[in-house]
Structures are given as C-alpha cells and as structure tokens.
C-alpha cells in the first residue's frame, strides 16, 4: 500500500515559536522515523504528509493515499484530535485510529465521564467547572484532583492538582481557567493504585494487549502522574507489568477498560487510564484513542516491550 503519515512535529512547532507546554502533546523526530521505517519494513510505500494544513494542501493538489497513518493531535480547538480525519473521511481515504466523534468526545474529559457514567462504567463524581463559582456546586467532600477538562499528556497536572480542603477550590479552578481557557474537571482525589491498559482492536474484535502500574519514585512529584512525571518517567516513574491471571484486581481493571473502550467506539489501539479510590476499587479516568507510540517513551509500546511484542507487530496490528 502507499501510506501517508500525518503528524505535528514538536520540533517543527518550536521553530514556530509555540512554547514547550502548547506542543507537549506533539510527536518527536524519532517517532515519525520509528513509524515510517516499520510501514517500509513492512512493505509498504511511505509519504511524509504532516499537519492538517500540510494535509489539507496536499489533498488540494490532487495527492491521494491508499492509507493514512494518523497520529495527528492538532493545535486548536475542541475538536483538533478530529480534524484530520474528518478531512480524510470528506475524500473517503481510509486511516488508522478513530473517527472524529471519538476524537471529539474523548478530548473532553467532562463529556466522555457522562457517556461512561450513562453506560454504567464505573468511574468517579465530578464537576466540570466554567468559572471559579462553579467550585461551590462540588456536592462530594474534599481531597479534591483538577486538571484541564480537554488537555493530554498531564498538560496542568501537578501536585498542586491534589486541593485538600474546599476553601482552596476555588483558586486552584481559577489558575487553572486562567492559564488553560478551557473548562476545569473537579474529581475526587483517587488515592489509589493507577493502571494503564493498552488496548488494539475495533468493537467485538477488541482485547486487551497488557496492562501496567503506575508507581511513582521517590524524587517524582508525589501523588499525581503529572506532566513533569512523565516527561521525565525513565527516572522519576516505575512501570510494572500486571497480570489478570496474578491478581483479581488486574483481572477487574481491564474489565472495566475493555468495556470502556467498546462503549466508546474507539478503534485500532490506544490506552485506558484506571485509578483506585481509597477502597481499591478501580475507576475509570480517561482514554487516550491516539495513545503515543514512541517505541521506548510511550506507554502502549512501554506495556509491549514489557511482553516482549515486537514494536514491528504493534504496528502491523494496528494497520491490520
């Protein structure tokens, strides 16, 4: 197949003079080269496509693909994870990942907590919070977690995310909406052990392809799986492979990640993120449906090289 590659370039981002915050969720040089030189391994033909305007002139021009490889994030607006394939949907040329309603619903955190909530996932209260007042409507008790309500890669998450009492709320909201210009996701503060599962497949032909824990060094901001975290995960995060068959608590968790995925309608690959609340009952937090695959930073090709899944079959999968 010819196989073009959308993707926003972090580096190329910088060079436009966005800050390192803006473009966090943006790819490295190393992993479009990893991807390309896999689709070529493979035996597929590859073009470097780019960005959803770089996308929008090639198309213009008369350049059509068999394939697109999309792991395009977009840089503005609710629905920027949706604009790529949408435009690719329009000149009906396939690609990888969901569609544009899963890319939009699942970028807000708010809207995608109601869908699971109405499907009977197990997940958390919350308040989404559009002004500082808003803080006054929580009707759950303190400790409190915020972040950004349409934000990835911990973008906003520190340990400041953790609010101890109610009377701190409403300014940690307001930095929060100061900063970010979106609306703030207010949650109980899960204190207990996070997972992460990696998932590849559609629908029924879904399954999950290994799960890991999430454990916090002693140097790391303590807590929270905040963006300082992860940026800086090979000294400050441990991963450690879980089971189903070595305990029912990992057993349980891809349960409800797996159902989650299906509820969704995401498609491909991508990773579900579980907490526990105090009782060590595991919650469902967010999805991510264009998880990162960096083949040694990212935590879908983390949780295969773990298995021993060649990062060469990660890809043929989710091609497949």
């Known amino acids: 197949m010819k196989i073009g590659m959308t993707y926003d370039l972090r580096s190329a981002y910088l060079a436009m003079g966005y800050s390192e915050d803006e473009t966090a969720e943006f790819d490295r040089d190393e992993t479009i080269v990893a991807i390309e030189d896999t689709l070529r391994e493979l035996g597929h033909e590859t073009e470097r496509i780019g960005h959803i305007k770089e996308l929008a002139a090639a198309l213009v021009a008369g350049r059509r693909w068999d394939l697109v490889f999309n792991i395009a994030e977009g840089m503005h607006g609710i629905g920027r994870e949706a604009q790529v394939p949408a435009l690719l949907d329009a000149y009906r040329i396939p690609y990888t990942f969901s569609d544009p309603l899963v890319m939009s619903l699942t970028l807000d955190k708010g809207m995608t907590k109601r869908v699971i909530r109405d499907a009977g996932v197990p997940t958390s209260d919350f308040l989404v919070a559009f002004a500082p007042g808003d803080a006054a409507r929580v009707h759950f008790p303190p400790p409190y977690f915020i972040k950004p309500v349409a934000e990835g890669t911990?973008?906003?998450?520190?340990?400041?995310?953790?609010?101890?009492?109610?009377?701190?709320?409403?300014?940690?909201?307001?930095?929060?909406?100061?900063?970010?210009?979106?609306?703030?996701?207010?949650?109980?503060?899960?204190?207990?052990?996070?997972?992460?599962?990696?998932?590849?497949?559609?629908?029924?032909?879904?399954?999950?392809?290994?799960?890991?824990?999430?454990?916090?060094?002693?140097?790391?901001?303590?807590?929270?799986?905040?963006?300082?975290?992860?940026?800086?995960?090979?000294?400050?995060?441990?991963?450690?492979?879980?089971?189903?068959?070595?305990?029912?608590?990992?057993?349980?968790?891809?349960?409800?990640?797996?159902?989650?995925?299906?509820?969704?309608?995401?498609?491909?690959?991508?990773?579900?993120?579980?907490?526990?609340?105090?009782?060590?009952?595991?919650?469902?937090?967010?999805?991510?449906?264009l998880a990162g695959i960096h083949p040694e930073h990212s935590d879908l090709p983390i949780i295969c090289n773990m298995l021993s899944i060649p990062y060469r079959r990660l890809i043929g999968e989710i091609l497949e």
Request: net charge negative.
């Open 154 to 289: 911990g973008k906003g998450i520190t340990a400041a995310s953790i609010v101890r009492d109610r009377e701190a709320l409403a300014s940690r909201v307001d930095g929060l909406l100061q900063t970010y210009r979106q609306a703030v996701l207010i949650e109980p503060y899960l204190s207990g052990r996070e997972f992460t599962v990696g998932i590849v497949g559609t629908g029924n032909e879904a399954r999950v392809i290994g799960s890991m824990e999430v454990l916090l060094g002693e140097r790391a901001e303590p807590g929270v799986y905040s963006y300082t975290n992860k940026e800086n995960s090979e000294e400050l995060v441990d991963y450690r492979l879980v089971r189903p068959g070595d305990e029912p608590l990992a057993a349980e968790v891809e349960r409800i990640a797996l159902d989650a995925w299906r509820v969704l309608g995401c498609r491909d690959a991508g990773r579900i993120d579980i907490r526990c609340d105090h009782a060590d009952r595991p919650q469902f937090m967010e999805v991510n449906p």
